[in-house]
Each structure stands twice: as C-alpha cells, then as structure tokens.
C-alpha cells in the first residue's frame, strides 16, 4: 500500500508537515564513449582510441603499471624521477629552503624542499610548476602553462620565482608568498601582454628566446639574457610590476630595436645566461656565442649599451675563438657565483666541463681558471656518464653556506652536486639528482646512479625512446615483441603469452646493451647505433636489426635462446663487426633504416635510406657477413645512388612489406612523400619500374599534403592479407593511413580510414588516446588485430590499437554502465561498473575519477567479476588485474565521496572499450515532501506469533490511528505479556524503504 495518500475534498494541514524520504538508490549513468571515438573497438573508425600502450605510465602508482595516455616522453616521462633538457641558471630559496630547477624539455620547474641547513631533503621534487602534475607536458602558453622553462631567479624579499619561459618569448614571474601549489598559476609575465600571446619581439618589451635570468635584490633588477636578441634586458622592478612592461636598460646592443652580433666590448652574440654579484655589484654576461663570459661592474651605476669591464674565455675584446685550455672557453651557456669566496663557475657547454674562475686576486682580461669539474684537466673534453664526468654542462647554482655546487647537465639529464670546500680538478660528485637505477617498477629514490643519462631518468626497464625511426617485429611462433628502443641504442624483447598477447609491460631481455640502464653506441659485434627496425625470420629464428648509424643489418641467431647482449651472428652492409662506413656497393649500405624478412621467398629487403634505393638480398642458399645483395630497386645498378622522383627512383626510403598473396612490394619513398608499389608477379629485376604510387596522382609529383590521397613524409609500412587492408605511417601529417585494396589499386586513390586524426584534413600532434604524433613505426599483429604504432613527436610510447574489420554498429552498447548509489554532492557512495569485452584481455582495469571525488576503498571480490583480481585504489583511481577476462565484466564493492560542489563531472576508464561515465552530482538526492493528506493513516498492527520480531504475518487485526498521539489502547493485545512491543506493517514503493519511529509516552 501507499505510504501515504492525498484524497480531493478530505485534506488537512499536518502540524510541522509530513516528511518522507525517498533514498535514491541504485542509479544507473550510461557510459558515454570518448569523443570522436567508438566504444565498441572492435570495429576500426576514423579517430579511434588505443586499447593501450607501451612505455607510459603513473609512477605515482607503485604495485602496477598504469598505462598514460597524456605524455608521451622519453624513458616514461616526464615523471617525478627524472628531468630532460636544458636549464641556464638555477635558483635557491635558503630562506624558505627551496631549490628550483627547470626542467625544460618537460616544460616545467621542479621545486625540491631542503633542510634547514639547504641541503637536500631527498632526491623528488615535492612541486611543479608549469604543468598540473609530475605526469602531464602540456605545451599551451597560459597563465599556469610553460612552453619550455630554461632558467630561474628568485627574489627572497618578496618571495617571489622568475622563470624564463623560452619558447614563449617571456618571463612568468610567481607569487609564492601564500605557498606553492602544483600547476599553479602566475601573477605577471613580461616580454608578452598577456599570458596566452608568445610571438618574439626586438622591442623594448619584448624578448627573442629568453634562456638565463638573474635576480639583484638590493636594486630590484631583473637581468634576462635575451639569446637572439644578442643582449641582455634589464628590468627595474622597484616600483612594482605589470604584464608587458618596458626594461629600464639594455646590454650588447644600441638600441631596443636591433639585435647586431658583434665581438666587441659592448657587443654580443648569443647570450645565453647571466649570473649576479651582490656583494661586488657586478654582473657576469655568458656570451656563447663569442665563447666568453663578459664582466660588468655596475658599482658606479648602469647604462644602456655601457662597455664590459672585463672578458673570460678571450684575452680581449675583439676574438672569440673557441679553446679548450686553461684560459678557453667553446660556448659557455651559464654561470653561478660564489659570493663569498669569490668564485665564478662557468657551465663549459661543448668542453664538458665546469671551469672555476678564482676572483679573490681580482680580474684580468683572458685569466685562467684555477679548477676543472668534468674532466681531469684543462686540455680534454671528453663527455662522460661518471660519477665525475660531464656532458654538455649548462647551468648551476651555489650554495655558499654548504659549499656545494649544483651542476645541470643537458647530455646526462642530471645535477651532479660537489662539495668545493676543498675542491681539486676532476674530483667526484658527492650526490646526484635526477638518475636512479632500480631493477623493479617504481624505481627508488634512494638508489641513484652516476653512470646513467637518459631523459627522465632513463634508460630503464619499463621506458622507451624511441627516437625518429623505431620499428618493430613480432615472433608469432616463440612468442616475443622486438621494439627497436633507438635512442638507447637498443632493442628491447617482450614475453607474449600464447595468443602473442603482452603478458606484461616490462622487457624481458635486451640487446646492444649489457642491461637494462645502459645505452651506449657501439660498433661491435654486440652493441648497436641508433637501431630502427627489425625483422624476423621464423624459419630459421633469427632477428634482424637495422643499425643505420653503423650502416650495417645485424642478425641475431635466437634459436638458441636469448641472453642480455648477446653478440650477433652475422652482418650485412659491412664487412666486419667493427666497420660502419656507408657505402654505395653491392655489398654495402648507408643508414639503412627499414628492414622486412620475405619468409615466403626467404628474403631480407633493406630501405637504404641514404643510397635512395632498396637492397633485396636472397638467403634462401643461407647469409654471410658483408655478402652481395641480389637486386637493388630505385637504383639501374648497385654503384649509383641518386635521388629522383621518376617511376624508377627513389628518393630516402623509409620502410617495405611484401604481399605474399598478390606479390607486391610496397616502399614508403620518404622525401618524395609517397608510396611505390612493385608487381613482383614477373619477378624481380634491378632497377625495374613500380606498377603504382600512392599519395601522389603520379610518379613525376612529390608535394606533400594533408588530403584523403596525399602524404607528408610516410614510413613505417605493414599489410594485413586476409582483409587487404594497407597501413601507413604518415610522420609529418601525424596519423596512420589505411588503405582497402580489395577493390585493386589505383594511382593517387584515397585512403579508406585515418587514424590520430579526427578527418583526412587535420594533422595537428597530440599526445592523447586517440590522437598521435609523428607517426613512424608500423606493426600488425593479423591474428588478434592489433596495430602497434611508434611515434617521433611521442618517442616514449607505442600505442595499441583494434583495428579488427568486422560489421557492427560504433555506437554505445546497452550493456556497458555504472551504478553509483549516491549522488548528492559530499555524499559516500557505492560504484560499480559493468561493461562487456569484445577481446580476451589479460591487463588492468584502471578506473580514473576527476579531481573533487576521493575514493576511500577499492572493489570487492564478493562483488566483481572472478576474472578479476589484485584490487588496489589511491585517491582519484580504482585498480584490478584483469586474467583471461572476456564478456559481461563487473567492477563493485568500491566505495567514493563525491565531490562537494555539484556539477557534472567525467569518470574516464582504460579498457579495451575505453570511455568515459557522465555524473551529475547534486546539490541533495534525498526528496523532501510536504502536503496535505487524509485524516488518519491505516497501519497493519498486531500479536507477534513469537516474542523475538515482528517477523511473519500479523495475527491480529489492522486498526486505524488518528494523527497524534499513538496510545496503546489502540492495539487490542501483544504476543505475549512479558514484552512490550508494537508491530507494526507499512509498504512503500521507495527503493531506499521506510523507516518507523516510536517514541515512548513517557519520554516527554
């Protein structure tokens, strides 16, 4: 029955009004899929979003990997670990204790909380800057977004952070008196107007690539080094700061308007940093580009284009020659200074190395310096991964009170921090930021390493860069992924399961290094050079790896097994292991960068990509070291290496695949941005014409376009035989094409769907789940559909795609939602998710809620799937490991607090069916009702046939009770006389129940 009813003509106001309650429970929120894309992956379409992804996770999350879809660095990044790139000058807050470090490739500033005595804490940042997270690399110029952080200055007055962001032509200046918050925004920005404009400027306000930044308190003076501009820009900031404002004085130049290069006294070329003297009132020009450090003593007051005092690295004003010696500098980039016992350190960029100059004695023009850091003494310069080594060397901070150096270094990603105390030349660092060595996932601050230089902390185990060529190969029948990790010079294997699916995300053997943490280059029988593809023959199980910077192919011989840097059996192109001279020759190569293995015709096919031709050589009578090719393509004869754009030529190819089937040889022809195919029906012969071209209406055009038919630099290159279906990598359009040829093939057609991209016209990078970057490596798995991609734009990653060519409808399935129990805003709720799988999957479940909602708890057993397991949660995700799952999955049991304020929020998912879940969050869920109703409410009230509940049916019969006051001489009698209960029946169509109150007449 109705809780209660209301009758027309029988009403009356209830005293204080009648409150009912309706819990809302059990709300299901439909799945929306992502944007552009199908959540039914298992039919391909324009746009479409990786299933997942190989070298991006949250190092946030220490039991799994999470896969990342918003970064795509190299060596996992960025990250909190690690740092990439360049930074002209540091900063130190030893008031606040506060080191600053940008990070420049990451387009951040790393903030690291110190002691009070300013020594480091441990060895991660606790902030960042210019970015939300330690895991994003957004590159939008906005109030709290940096295109590129290069250096940084801090005023300890008024606490207060200068950064120099260079790609966006300014100065992001931030107000840390309130404290730091991750991503937060700036308060001013000079160079520009505002915080979104980035063009470079010769102006009195503008900046040209602003690098190093210098901070004088005492006269509230901000020295920019304004690098392409050739001066420095000095602004007086005693009378506050706005957006945009003017400098007071400029140095190296005339005027605001010209930016000349010149060897002179007052001239400069490529200003790079600055470094301040307080205490002597002098400031320190790195002029790198004249390979010298110019000197100006501003005692006697500062003047537009004011001759320097003195000059480092040149023994006068009018040379610039650079020198690697005791008095020579070869493009110094930056400088810190040691107040207190005079010393001036100099970052000796292409010398690797740090000179000391001793001041105490005071300066002379071309003096020499009095210590070496990097190297053992003033005449070499070699670059060196060592706990003493440098390479390339740009910026630093001191610490005065320590007597530590903190010294950045662009070539091994890292500060390297000496004790100068009693400093020698060459001597050790003490400590290292930036490089940790650990052979399980996350890696541990504590372990640090001294002989590692990749970005971000690389390389390493579960990290890839993978440069500008990365290509790959798959064995189906052992079971192993070859992905061709070129910027470490080496290629990493991954375990497949049964089904050639991965079993996890981390490598289980490598070559061309000895381990996982080195990257080396070598021209030796087991080292590599930049490797860029490989190719596998499972006949006879051998692997073969282009090394086009030995201008060489490797074939490993795995059918013994694999072992970490295990020496090659066999090369090609070279006549040795330890040769790797390009050659124009039967038997040589140059920079061969793609590689096929023809197992049908037993044939391995080389894009020679700087002899302009294709290399086939037949080892169906087995391989020998430096052995002949059999035919060449692009080229009449072996001997000639001419680039053309004809039916013939070639110009820098990239990548082949050979269809077996319709015998056809594809060959991506880079710079004339198409790509040729060859009937092979007839057989091979050298030189021979191709039958068609795709990307261009002809064989004489090579313009590249952004159009359904045409291409901008294509690549990677691979065939799927059962649907006939062509993939192509298009590198400068950032999208994959795909091509159906089972209708034939065509001159100039277009191709049949795209991928990274939205439309056949857009090719903007992206660093997304659906979007891509410099698309380069293609591989496809035909069993399970799968296509991996590598990309140059996002180096640190190989995305998964389903490209299965089934029928079926993209649009959202019914069966796919989420079930929350709450929805008013501050609320705990229960969530759950259900979803179908079109794919066997073996991986993790990552659930990921926007900020505002806090989980408190992960799923439960008892309420998921049996498929699924090892259930973990932090604050904004929910975590299971999916094993052998397929089908109808759920994901319960979870327990969220929504977020305070309402609104509609976003709860996006990793699956093979990614999306996301669309909740409203209220201001209240609960109903509150007040209105007239009848007279009297009819309970069902009665004996209890037992004493223990009101449980079973009422033995008496049903009275009716005014409103008011219950009294006990309406219920006839209880079930017995020794308890003194009322039992009482009401029904309601409320999901969340009804609930009775009986107050005793004797409690007032």
């Known amino acids: 029955m109705s809780f209660f009813s209301l009758k027309s003509g029988q009403k009356r106001k209830i005293s204080g009004s009648l409150a009912v309650l309706l819990l809302l429970n059990g709300f299901f929120v439909a799945l929306s899929p992502l944007p552009v894309a199908p959540t039914a992956q298992a ?20 039991d799994r990997f999470v896969p ?55 060895r991660l940042p606790d902030f960042v800057l210019g970015q939300t997270g330690f895991e994003t690399s957004a590159s939008s110029a906005s109030q709290s ?82 690098a392409v501009n050739r001066r420095v820009l000095v602004y007086n900031l005693s009378s506050g700061i706005t957006n945009g404002m003017n400098a007071a004085n400029v140095l190296g130049q005339t005027s605001f308007t010209v930016r000349v290069a010149a060897a002179t006294q007052t001239g400069m070329s490529s200003v790079f940093g600055v470094a301040y003297d307080g205490v002597n009132q002098r400031l320190f020009a790195i002029d790198g580009g004249n390979n010298r450090v110019k000197v100006y003593e501003l005692a006697g007051g500062l ?81 060196a991964t060592t706990q003493g080594g440098q390479s390339l060397p740009t910026g630093a901070i001191y610490d005065a009170a320590n007597q530590l150096l903190y010294a950045k270094e662009t070539g091994n990603n890292r500060i390297l921090v000496f004790d100068t105390a009693a400093i020698s030349d060459g001597e050790n660092a003490v400590n290292v930021i930036g490089q940790f060595q650990n052979p399980t996932w996350p890696p541990n601050p504590m372990s640090i390493s001294f002989t590692q230089g990749g970005a971000n902390s690389g390389p390493s185990p579960w990290g890839i860069s993978t440069g500008t060529t990365p290509g790959m190969a798959m064995d189906t029948v052992g079971h192993r992924l070859f992905i061709s990790d070129s910027a470490n010079n080496r290629v990493l294997v991954f375990d497949l399961n049964s089904s050639n ?171 004339n941005n198409r790509l040729m195919v060859y009937d092979l029906t007839g057989g091979l012969s050298n030189g021979m014409a191709a039958s068609y071209v795709l990307g261009q209406a002809n064989f004489t055009s090579s313009a590249g376009v952004v159009t359904q038919a045409g291409l901008n630099t294509p690549w990677g290159v691979d065939y799927d035989a059962a649907s006939q279906r062509l993939f192509l990598a298009d590198a400068l359009n950032n999208r ?65 795609f389903d490209v299965s060519a089934v029928t079926g409808t993209t649009s959202s399935t019914l069966t796919n939602k989420a079930t929350v129990s709450r929805l008013a805003a501050g609320a705990s709720s229960t969530f759950s998710l259900s979803f179908t799988l079109t794919h066997n999957l073996s991986s993790v479940l990552t659930v990921t809620f926007p900020a505002g909602f806090t989980v408190t708890s992960a799923a439960a057993t008892a309420d998921s799937s049996s498929c699924l397991s090892n259930f973990t949660y932090d604050s904004l995700h929910l975590y299971a490991q999916k094993t052998n799952c397929a089908g109808p999955i ?69 009275g009716t009770m005014a409103l008011g006051v219950l009294s006990p001489s309406a219920v006839t009698s209880s079930d017995a006389a020794t308890v003194d209960h009322l039992c009482t029946r009401v029904s309601t169509n409320a999901t969340g129940g009804a609930t009775v109150t009986v107050k005793s007449l004797n409690a007032g």
């Open 43 to 62: 039919i391909i379409a324009n746009s479409m979003p990786a299933i997942d992804v190989v070298g991006q996770y949250d190092t946030a999350i220490a």
């Open 68 to 122: 990342v879809f918003i970064k795509g660095g190299a060596n996992n990044g960025p990250n909190s670990f690690g740092m990439a790139g360049a930074s002209y000058s540091l900063a130190m807050d030893t008031v606040r204790h506060r080191l600053f470090v940008p990070d420049s490739n990451n387009r951040r500033v790393l903030v690291y909380n110190l002691q009070n005595d300013n020594t480091l804490v441990d």
């Open 145 to 226: 977004i940096l295109m590129s952080a290069s250096g940084t200055a801090y005023d300890s007055t008024n606490d207060r952070l200068f950064v120099t962001d260079t790609s966006a032509n300014r100065v992001m200046i931030y107000d840390l008196a309130g404290g730091i918050t991750n991503g937060m925004s700036a308060s001013y920005v000079l160079g520009q107007a505002n915080f979104t404009a980035t063009a470079s400027a010769t102006t009195q306000a503008g900046l040209f690539i602003p690098d190093g930044i210098a901070y004088d308190g005492v006269n509230q003076r901000l020295f920019v080094a304004d």
């Open 303 to 383: 003047t537009d284009n004011m001759n320097a005092s003195y000059v480092l690295g040149q023994a006068n004003f009018t040379s610039n020659a650079a020198a690697t010696t005791q008095a020579g500098l070869r493009l110094p980039l930056g400088a810190a200074i040691d107040t207190s016992g005079q010393r001036l350190f100099v970052a000796d960029f292409s010398n690797n190395r740090t000179v000391v100059f001793n001041l105490s004695g005071g300066i002379t023009n071309g003096m020499s310096a009095s210590n070496v850091l990097g190297q053992a003494n003033f005449t070499t310069s070699t670059a």
């Open 501 to 671: 699916i991965l079993v996890d995300k981390t490598p289980d053997y490598v070559l061309g290094q000895p381990d996982f943490f080195s990257s080396t280059a070598a021209t030796t029988q087991s080292g590599l050079w930049g490797p860029s593809d490989a190719a596998f023959d499972a006949a006879s199980r051998r692997l073969f790896v282009s090394d086009p910077l030995n201008s060489r192919v490797m074939a490993f011989d795995l059918a013994g097994g694999i072992t970490n840097g295990m020496s090659a059996s066999y090369v090609l192109g070279q006549v040795n292991f330890t040769s790797g001279t390009g050659a124009a020759t039967q038997a040589g190569l140059n920079s061969p960068y793609g590689i096929y293995y023809d197992n049908s015709n037993r044939r391995l096919i080389a894009s020679d990509y700087s002899n302009n031709r294709v290399m086939v050589f037949d080892l169906s009578a087995g391989i020998a070291t430096g052995m002949n090719a059999s035919f060449v393509l692009g080229q009449a004869n072996f001997t000639s290496s001419s680039s053309a754009v004809t039916q013939t030529g070639l110009n820098h190819p990239g990548n082949t695949v050979y269809d077996d089937v319709n015998r056809r040889l594809f060959v991506s022809d880079v710079f």
């Open 736 to 800: 994959h094409l795909v091509y159906s040829l089972s209708g034939g093939i065509s001159n100039g057609m277009n191709a049949s769907m795209v991928i990274g991209q939205s439309n056949f016209t857009s090719s903007t990078s992206a660093t997304t789940q659906s979007g891509t970057g410099g698309n380069i490596g293609t591989l496809l798995d035909p069993v399970n559909q799968r296509l991996y991609i590598a990309e140059t734009n996002n180096g640190g990653r190989i995305m998964i």
């Open 890 to 958: 759920t994901l319960g049991g979870a327990t969220v607090t929504n977020p305070s304020t309402p609104g509609s929020y976003k709860i996006f998912y990793v699956n093979d069916d990614p999306g996301f879940i669309s909740i409203s969050v209220t201001a209240d869920d609960q109903i509150t009702v007040a209105a007239n109703v009848d007279p009297s409410l009819t309970f069902n009230v009665g004996t209890q046939a037992a004493a223990s509940a009101c449980s079973g049916s009422f033995a008496g019969n049903g």
